[in-house]
C-alpha cells in the first residue's frame, strides 16, 4: 500500500494579519493625503485664474487712451499731474466668466454672490502733466471677492492673491 501524503501550503492567519494591517495603514495614509492634495489644486487653480485675469488687465490698461476708461474692466487713469490712487484704489469686482459682476452703479464696483475674484487697481501718474514719465499701475487681485468687501480701502482679508505692476507709457 502507498501512502499518500499531502502537503498543503498557504498563508497562516498571522501573515494574513500582518498584510491586511500594512494594506489599511498604507490605504489609511493616502486617504489622510486626499484633501491636501485637493486643496493644493484649488489653489493652483485660482493662481493660474489670477494670472489670467492680471494678463487681461494689462492689455486692457495698455488699449486705453491717455487720461481715459478702459474698456472691459472701466477703470479710469488718471491724467499726468493728476490724483495718485495710491491708498484709494479702483476696485472692480469679477465673476467665474472673468467679467464685472453686477449691474449697479457701476458693472463690477460691488460685490455680489457672483463675484469670485476682487481687482484693486492703485494708479501713480506722473506728478506734473509734460513730464516724460509713465503711469505706474500696481495690479493686485484676491480670492475670494467677498472675503473684503471694502471696494475704498486696499484689501486685508483674503486666501489667496496675486500682484503685479505695470508701467503705462502715455507720451
Sequence with gaps: MKKSSKIVSGFSLVEVAVALAVASFTLIT???LLPVGIHSYRDADAQSAMVNLATMIVRD???TPSSGTSPRFGFSIPPAGGTSSGVT???V???????P???YPYPGTAPTAKSIYRISVFFFPPATAGQTMSTVARVLIT???NADPQPKMAPTTYSNMFETM???NRN
Design 30 to 32: 493616502l486617504l489622510a
Design 61 to 63: 490698461l495698455g488699449a
Design 89 to 91: 484704489p479702483q476696485t
Design 93 to 99: 469686482y469679477v465673476d467665474a466668466s472673468e467679467m
Design 101 to 103: 459682476a453686477g449691474t
Design 143 to 145: 480670492f475670494p471677492a
Design 166 to 168: 505695470v508701467s503705462l
